[in-house]
């Protein structure tokens, strides 16, 4: 049997002790039962035991596994990121460093998105201004518009 551990989550509480079918458990996570089996594909979720007739059945640890998955992404972290550590967890291994430096570069990741955005942003303001100067009259160039292109 895979071994589960609880995580620190941000307010959530799985609020369920007992064992589950994937309908209920994803009525307590708010995952789509399409999503839980895709978790368990990639290996974000360990293979939950199932019954004699196949249906897999889950715990109040998975529950909690789910929200460490929904906040890890919400941080920006992607599925893979995610079991890596995981996958370190399950090992008995410490994440911190590691997690603290894929934090690190997402945080980086979005600091140069930004920047992008912001030089993007000033390039339109520059272009909204020279179009409301503009008399559309004087637009005969039929390869170009004035307004995204300007006279050189």
Same mark, same amino acid.
């Given at each position: 049997?895979?071994?589960?551990?609880?995580?620190?989550?941000?307010?959530?509480?799985?609020?369920?002790?007992? /064992?589950?079918?994937?309908?209920?458990?994803?009525?307590?996570?708010?995952?789509?039962?399409?999503?839980?089996?895709?978790?368990?594909?990639?290996?974000?979720?360990?293979?939950?035991?199932?019954?004699?007739?196949?249906?897999? #059945?889950? #715990?109040?640890?998975?529950?909690?596994? /789910?929200?460490?998955?929904?906040?890890?992404?919400?941080?920006?972290?992607?599925?893979?990121?995610?079991?890596?550590?995981?996958?370190?967890?399950?090992?008995?291994?410490?994440?911190?460093?590691?997690?603290?430096?894929?934090?690190?570069?997402?945080?980086?990741?979005?600091?140069?998105? /930004?920047?992008?955005?912001?030089?993007?942003?000033?390039?339109?303001?520059?272009?909204?201004?020279?179009?409301?100067?503009?008399?559309?009259?004087?637009?005969?160039?039929?390869?170009?518009?004035?307004? /995204?292109?300007?006279?050189?």
């Amino acid at each position: 049997m895979p071994v589960f551990y609880t995580f620190q989550r941000t307010g959530r509480s799985s609020g369920y002790c007992g /064992i589950m079918r994937i309908g209920e458990l994803a009525r307590h996570t708010g995952v789509a039962t399409k999503t839980l089996r895709f978790y368990e594909e990639s290996g974000v979720l360990p293979e939950p035991d199932r019954d004699a007739n196949g249906y897999r #059945n889950y #715990n109040h640890e998975f529950v909690d596994r /789910i929200n460490f998955v929904k906040d890890a992404q919400s941080a920006g972290l992607t599925l893979k990121e995610i079991a890596n550590i995981l996958e370190l967890r399950d090992r008995g291994e410490s994440t911190c460093q590691h997690t603290v430096e894929l934090l690190d570069y997402h945080l980086a990741d979005l600091d140069r998105q /930004i920047a992008e955005l912001e030089r993007t942003r000033a390039h339109l303001v520059t272009m909204t201004r020279r179009a409301r100067r503009m008399d559309p009259a004087e637009c005969l160039d039929p390869n170009r518009c004035q307004t /995204i292109a300007s006279k050189n």
